[in-house]
């Protein structure tokens, strides 16, 4: 693509048709993945039924319902594909016959039409539909390659997928590739800053970049030849004088050549059956002409009707449908704008001609007819008078709006709102009423494909569009305000999301029009940062609304006064008579609800009694006056209280149950997966078996990608890790791949803090496998990061992240024996462990923390000894995993209980009764599949019988059962660690492994020996 031509000329590039206010180009958002979409189907049908079914099959498995509709609002046409169920034969019929289809299955009859996803979340579940539809498609091995040409003309939203898709690790099969040219880019252009900068934003670890440059001499001495299918020697003198004038452009080129034969520099010769030219001649003639203007002078040549048609066309985009031009055009007065009438036949045969001229080309698979190139295109484009394109594609978009109409389709026709847009000032008052209609349609329809900016801007020229005293009233302004609000506080325009709220709430509308404004000011207000203002805002509007009842200001006294009253209020029902109770029926109330939902994720953030108190005050009016649809999210709430938790963890797990029924019960618009997450990861972990409990956090990461709701879908995935590695459920070289993947798939959706969270177990993972753990990075580079993970933790108000780096850090120092350092890491542990919910991390940190303690106090120490602090620090730490167990029924408890027993045992100088409690938590951890406990318990009774009872024999075997244990987990260092400890005794014992035994030999040549 030679920039060089124009500049050698010195005068000015072809001028675009997008210039200066009168952009034709068509809005439609991800426009290029339509087509594809529609042209991939094509492809899928080709394979033929059955293999069809089956890639429909794993596709519907993949994205489910609402994945599919996602994928119909870009292509109706592959929505449609994916609806279609293949119904197998009745078995009682012939066999004859092929299989039957129906278009929609079961359980998709009773999704409603209108997509009720919180608005703000669409974007998010958009990326993860579109990565797991071409996940499904690639998995039979097939690989897929997607090609957006002309990428310079593409929306920042269909860019951006493009990126999201390109950039995901988990499907090696996908390959994307752009196409496009910078010197068709102009900086005022939205495209500029995606691609005009160099695609910049595409990661360059995972990009190829290809600079075509212009064709040489030779590569335009073949075009030639090719061109006129004659050997390369005969048109070497012709092919200089081409490059000379083209400068390797091959468009340019080809058009000078075609100019040449217009103009009869080139001549056939039938004689001879080949051409014949003067290159002096051609040489000396009209040096003066640019490629722009050669092609224009080709089209004014064109009769007048096909140059008419070519006009007309030159609007609908770089490609058009045939039929739907004929008719749109056959419904024109031609006349009236080009003083030549056209009728649909005659249009369609004017097409056939600008097809045979090289104008146009059809696209068959795509049933589509193009433009031979977008600069042709721009050229018709800029042969229309200036003065006459906006009354032109004003007609145009009105015919286009009518066809849509006469097909009563659902769809809204961007283009045709588009180019009646233009000729905006030939329309009256109450046409004008017509195009802010369809200003909302195209609207809502950016809406539904997450394609927010250009939303608000169509809601916008639908204000714009209105008159003064159409706007003070109707409904349709109302609307088209309530648009442009979503749309702004989706690209996180305050201030018209603050101007758009003043024109609601300023305007007679009703009750529930302005509850919806004020539940977007408080979102729009949090989300910019300001939790604080979101929450005085939601409180002014209480109050506005006669709600009168709710602390601004909570504290401890108040919180503990609230839960016992709420600890009364449920202790009167079950989880039964909870999720039959009726359904809130006062109005007042059930907006007061609303806007309390729309405050907590900013009360949780700012202040953590506040939200507390508005979740129980929730709760005993749901309890009192009805449940409504955000019941369940405030019982979920409850249930997961640290506090709630520890005066009743029954009530905790009823709260939990009713919290999942209302969910079913009411649906959950805003939060399912968050109430899926709470309920799950927080409150039945404590009654579920724990590889249950990890099945249900992969639904929730499904359920919560497929509903938008990035936050609860990375918190399962990252709670989901941390259950497979507390219950050992994985072994460890499996978590250290996933542990990756995670990490990456989390940090690319922008969720830093909950990548954080994950990376510590994944870290505790890679440490436990040998990676990067020696002495000298624990005391020095690994406590420095650790810290910054703390630092990090504080300054962003995380707890959790805090409880888990210290957490996993006073488990590791255990296992690898530095027991000084474990110490230090409980002490600063003590804090965060009161303002953690109860979960299976909670119990193994208190554990650790106790056998830690219990570690650094000598085998049987006199009384003095037991009294010193670590031993009464064990000791209350010893009395709360009884409590757990025998007060609250967490059966994960009783092999560390053992454990913990045995140590005490050690400590008290009871070796036998030491013996027996390891003998029991072997037996324990070996019913729960827990490799991790198993491993310790055997090695802490090796360490037993050697050091107190000087048993090397069966200490030997101990340490051998315990490093089996920690081999099948996948622990190198632990492994390494008891070899270093007790290498010198397991090669006499007759009946240690042949695993040990390896692990001796090859120690002293391989520093990580499994």
């Not at 601004?552 to 609230?562: D, F, G, L, T």
């Not at 995935?717 to 791949?737: D, F, M, R």
Request: charged letters at 25%.
């Amino acid at each position: 693509i030679a920039t060089s031509f124009d500049r050698t000329q010195n005068k000015p590039a072809l001028q675009l048709a997008f210039d200066e206010s009168e952009q034709t180009k068509q809005h439609e958002p991800f426009a290029a993945y339509a087509s594809m979409l529609d042209y991939l189907v094509i492809q899928i049908e080709a394979k033929g039924p059955v293999a069809a079914d089956k890639i429909r099959v794993r596709i519907r498995q993949a994205i489910g319902v609402s994945g599919i509709s996602v994928i119909a609002s870009l292509s109706p046409k592959l929505g449609s594909f994916l609806r279609v169920v293949w119904q197998s034969r009745d078995p009682a019929s012939p066999d004859e016959g092929p299989p039957t289809f129906v278009t929609t299955s079961k359980e998709e009859e009773n999704v409603p039409k209108k997509d009720n996803i919180r608005v703000d979340l669409r974007l998010a579940r958009m990326k993860y539909t579109m990565r797991e539809f071409f996940k499904a498609l690639t998995s039979d091995g097939c690989p897929c390659v997607m090609i957006l040409d002309d990428a310079q003309w593409a929306d920042q939203e269909s860019l951006e997928l493009a990126r999201h898709l390109h950039a995901d690790p988990e499907n090696p099969l996908f390959m994307l590739i752009l196409t496009w040219r910078t010197n068709d880019i102009h900086e005022e252009e939205s495209c500029y800053t995606a691609v005009g900068s160099s695609i910049g934003i595409f990661s360059d670890d995972l990009v190829r970049r290809i600079n075509l440059q212009n064709l040489s001499q030779d590569g335009i001495t073949l075009l030639v030849a090719e061109a006129l299918q004659m050997p390369s020697s005969q048109v070497t003198k012709l092919a200089k004088v081409v490059f000379s004038k083209a400068f390797g452009n091959p468009f340019h080129t080809k058009q000078y050549i075609a100019w040449l034969e217009q103009e009869y520099q080139l001549r056939w010769s039938a004689a001879r059956s080949l051409w014949r030219w003067d290159e002096n001649k051609i040489e000396m003639h009209d040096t003066s002409y640019t490629a722009g203007e050669l092609v224009k002078d080709r089209l004014r040549k064109l009769p007048q009707k096909s140059l008419t048609v070519l006009k007309i066309v030159s609007n609908l985009g770089q490609s058009f449908d045939e039929i739907g031009a004929c008719t749109i055009i056959g419904k024109m007065d031609t006349k009236e704008l080009f003083d030549v009438d056209v009728n649909s036949g005659e249009t369609a045969q004017c097409l056939e001609a600008l097809v045979q001229g090289g104008f146009l080309e059809r696209r068959v698979a795509l049933q589509r007819t193009v433009f031979a190139h977008d600069q042709l295109q721009e050229s018709v484009y800029q042969l229309i008078p200036k003065g006459s394109r906006s009354l032109l594609q004003l007609r145009i978009g009105e015919r286009l709006l009518e066809v849509m109409e006469e097909h009563s389709s659902d769809n809204v026709s961007f283009l045709g709102v588009d180019l009646c847009s233009k000729g905006i000032s030939f329309l009256s008052s109450k046409e004008r009423m017509g195009l802010a209609l369809y200003n909302l349609l195209a609207g809502e329809k950016c809406i539904a494909r997450s394609s927010f900016a250009t939303a608000l801007a169509y809601f916008e020229y639908g204000l714009s569009s209105l008159r003064v005293n159409d706007f003070l009233k109707g409904r349709l302004s109302l609307e088209l305000s309530f648009g442009a609000m979503e749309a702004a506080f989706c690209v996180d325009d305050f201030d018209s999301v603050r101007l758009h709220y003043d024109r609601i709430t300023g305007s007679g509308s009703n009750s529930d029009d302005k509850i919806r404004a004020h539940i977007l000011l408080i979102q729009s207000t949090g989300s910019r940062g300001d939790p604080k203002e979101a929450i005085e805002t939601g409180f002014r509007v209480l109050k506005s609304m006669g709600v009168k009842t709710i602390l601004e200001i909570a504290n401890k006294v108040s919180v503990y006064v609230q839960l016992t009253k709420t600890k009364m209020a449920l202790r009167k029902h079950t989880e039964d008579s909870l999720t039959n109770l009726r359904e809130m029926n006062g109005v007042q109330l059930r907006q007061a609800m609303r806007i309390i939902e729309a405050m907590l994720p900013f009360a949780y953030i700012h202040d953590r009694q506040l939200f507390m108190h508005l979740v129980m005050k929730s709760v005993r009016w749901s309890i009192k006056y009805g449940m409504s649809g955000q019941s369940a999210l405030v019982f979920a709430a409850l249930g997961s209280f640290p506090a709630f938790q520890a005066m009743d963890m029954s009530l905790a797990t009823i709260c939990g149950q009713t919290a999942l029924r209302l969910m079913e019960r009411f649906g959950s618009r805003d939060y399912p997966g968050m109430v899926m997450f709470l309920v799950h990861s927080q409150i039945l972990n404590w009654t579920t078996d724990l590889p249950e409990v990890q099945k249900h956090l992969d639904r929730t990461y499904k359920v919560s990608m497929e509903s938008g709701d990035v936050l609860s879908a990375y918190c399962s995935l990252g709670a989901s890790y941390a259950i497979s590695y507390e219950s050992c459920a994985k072994n460890l070289e499996e978590l250290e791949v996933l542990g990756e993947v995670y990490s990456r798939r989390i940090r690319d959706n922008g969720s830093e803090s909950i990548a954080a969270i994950h990376d510590t177990t994944w870290q505790a993972v890679l440490n436990l496998r040998g990676e990067s753990f020696d002495a000298t990075e624990l005391s020095g580079q690994a406590i420095k990061n650790q810290d910054e993970a703390i630092l990090l933790a504080r300054t962003s108000g995380n707890d959790l992240l805090e409880f888990m780096v210290l957490s996993r850090q006073v488990q590791l120092s255990y296992l690898m024996g530095q027991h000084q350092r474990g110490d230090a890491f409980r002490a600063r542990s003590d804090n965060t462990v009161r303002s953690m919910a109860s979960s299976p991390h909670l119990v193994s940190h208190v554990a650790y923390c106790a056998l830690n303690c219990l570690a650094l106090c000598a085998s049987n120490s006199p009384a003095s000894k037991r009294n010193s602090s670590h031993y009464k620090t064990a000791t209350r730490l010893f009395k709360k995993l009884h409590h757990w167990r025998d007060d609250q029924g967490y059966k994960y408890c009783s092999h560390m209980i053992d454990l913990v027993q045995a140590e005490f045992y050690r400590v008290g100088g009871d070796f036998n009764s030491a013996q027996r409690s390891c003998e029991q938590a072997i037996e324990d951890a070996e019913a729960q599949g827990n490799l991790r406990e198993k491993g310790l318990a055997h090695e802490l009774l090796g360490r037993l019988l050697m050091r107190d009872q000087q048993d090397e024999m069966s200490a030997a075997q101990h340490i051998d059962e315990a490093m089996q244990a920690y081999h099948a987990w996948g622990a190198v260092a632990l492994v390494n660690r008891l070899l270093d400890s007790y290498g010198d005794i397991l090669p006499e014992n007759p009946e240690a492994s042949e695993l040990v035994s390896s692990f001796v030999s090859t120690k002293s040549n391989e520093p990580n020996v499994v």
